[in-house]
């Protein structure tokens, strides 16, 4: 999975500097723009630390 969708949206997120946190569900590959937190089993990333999360997730998957 190449995550073309959620990397465009966290990009736009970070180039407007828009602050959200998100989570990521990567079992279901499910992510969620949050405002509270609803499940304290999923860590919250801002959109920096989510496309760095992303990237890593990628490259591991590609070796």
Same mark, same amino acid.
């Given at each position: 999975m190449k995550y073309k969708t959620i990397k465009s949206v966290? &990009?736009? =997120? +970070?180039e407007k500097k828009v602050n959200t946190l998100w989570t990521w569900d990567r079992e279901d &590959?499910?992510?969620?723009? +949050?405002y509270n937190n609803f499940s304290d089993e999923l860590p919250i990333y801002?959109? =920096?630390q989510l496309l760095e999360e992303i990237n890593k997730e990628i490259k591991g998957n590609a070796s």
């Open positions: 966290l &990009k736009q =997120n +970070i &590959k499910n992510f969620t723009q +949050i801002t959109a =920096n």
